[in-house]
């Protein structure tokens, strides 16, 4: 079973062969940590949010159950 890649190494990584690359090298891996930078934090941020858009869910589902009341 293949592990997925996390893109925390993958941005260390390529922070790493920056430092040892030339010129142009070293901009397209900078440019690839930095996407993968993006991507930790856009998870992070679905993950603190998703919590809350439940709880609004179920307050929704909660509001609708209660207007329409028992039994219909």
Known sequence: ??????????AR??????????????AVFNKVA???MGVMAAA??????QPLLRGLKARD???TRDY????R
């Open 34 to 36: 930095m996407v993968c």
């Open 1 to 10: 079973m293949m592990n997925q890649p996390n893109p925390f190494y993958i």
């Open 13 to 26: 990584d390529a922070q790493q062969m920056a430092k040892h690359a030339p010129e142009r090298d070293a």
């Open 61 to 63: 589902e909660k509001r």
């Open 68 to 71: 329409r009341g028992p039994g």
């Open 44 to 49: 992070s941020v679905v993950g603190m949010l």
